[in-house]
């Protein structure tokens, strides 16, 4: 039964107002940090119709380190600026088969990483993919919003940048 303050989740648990104020609001867009792969802050699309954080990389190339499969690629982490490009290197948490907003499927590298969004810093699950033609180099998908983020899809930037 719900009251006035609680509504469903998707997975049918309740959620309440109460819950809600406990959370940090953001917008649609907000710049993140993404520490363990050297990138200090790159605008990201706070994205409620993904499931999983995305990545747009390119060069990837898959090496092993101490017996476990590790990637090196490439990000442009700068938004429409394709000369500026950073390096980086995670172990291979798994491989996906992703469906994207046109439903094509691709198999994908998923990498564990540390998340800075606001005062908060926490590790998602995110997905490479080479598709350097996307507005914005990194989509926060649901998985890494629930329980923490609430929102708000009339602003921008509400959060400050994370600062190196």
Not at 101 to 114: D, F, L, M, N, P
């Amino acid at each position: 039964m719900t009251d006035n303050n609680t509504s469903r989740t998707a997975n049918g648990e309740d959620f309440n107002i109460v819950q809600a104020n406990a959370r940090t609001v953001v917008g649609w867009r907000e710049w993140v940090g993404l520490p363990g792969l050297n990138i200090q802050a790159i605008k990201a699309k706070v994205d409620t119709g993904a499931r999983t954080s995305c990545l747009h990389t390119f060069g990837i190339e898959e090496y092993q380190k101490d017996g476990e499969k590790w990637v090196k690629f490439m990000v442009h982490p700068i938004q429409d600026d394709v000369h500026t490009e950073q390096e980086c290197h995670a172990k291979v948490f798994d491989m996906r088969t992703v469906r994207d907003s046109g439903g094509h499927e691709t198999y994908r590298y998923v990498i564990e990483t540390q998340l800075i969004i606001g005062d908060l810093q926490y590790p998602i699950e995110m997905t490479l993919t080479a598709r350097d033609n996307m507005t914005f180099r990194m989509l926060l998908g649901r998985i890494a919003m629930e329980g923490r983020l609430i929102v708000q899809p009339e602003a921008s930037f509400i959060l400050q940048a994370p600062q190196g």
